[in-house]
């Protein structure tokens, strides 16, 4: 387990810039537990392997995936740019909010839309979306932390 079990929002991952010219890929796998909120810049996030992701996923990369038994509670999942997709297969469980310009499922996916996930989100997002993107350009986005008071 990684992260805050009991508050995912005490623990926030900022990553900016790219791998080279190349998005930067975050993969979490291998039945491991993620309680917290990751902001990136331009990353793509791979969640595989009966893993688990509790908490925010802000991005301007182009995918977000989840697959073989994967599961993700109260999450809020926010891909910036407007050519991105949100991938499930492989009996993936989602709870909480996706928004993003492209979907696909396959398989015996879940998705359970939890509208209290919006009442926890740590930072704001500043910038509007620009709809003028060539396909494989990435958004770029402000983002606000607000401070964190631990209770």
Do not use: C, H, W
């Not at 080279?20 to 331009?42: D, F, V």
């Not at 928004?99 to 939890?114: C, K, L, N, Q």
């Not at 704001?124 to 979306?129: D, K, L």
């Amino acid at each position: 387990m990684i992260g805050n079990k009991d508050n995912p929002q005490q623990v926030i991952i900022y990553d900016y810039g790219r791998n080279g010219g190349n998005n930067k890929q975050l993969i979490i796998s291998g039945s491991s537990k993620y309680y917290l909120s990751i902001m990136s810049e331009t990353a793509n996030l791979d969640v595989g392997g009966s893993a688990g992701l509790f908490g925010n996923f802000i991005t301007g990369g182009n995918e977000v995936r989840m697959s073989g038994g994967t599961a993700s509670d109260a999450t809020l999942v926010y891909l910036a740019n407007p050519s991105a997709n949100f991938i499930m297969d492989g009996s993936s469980n989602f709870r909480g909010a996706i928004i993003t310009a492209g979907f696909e499922s396959s398989g015996d996916v879940s998705i359970t839309y939890d509208p209290s996930i919006f009442e926890n989100i740590p930072f704001e997002i500043t910038s509007p979306v620009d709809n003028n993107l060539s396909s494989g350009q990435t958004q770029s986005f402000t983002m606000k932390q607000y401070p964190v008071i631990e209770q």
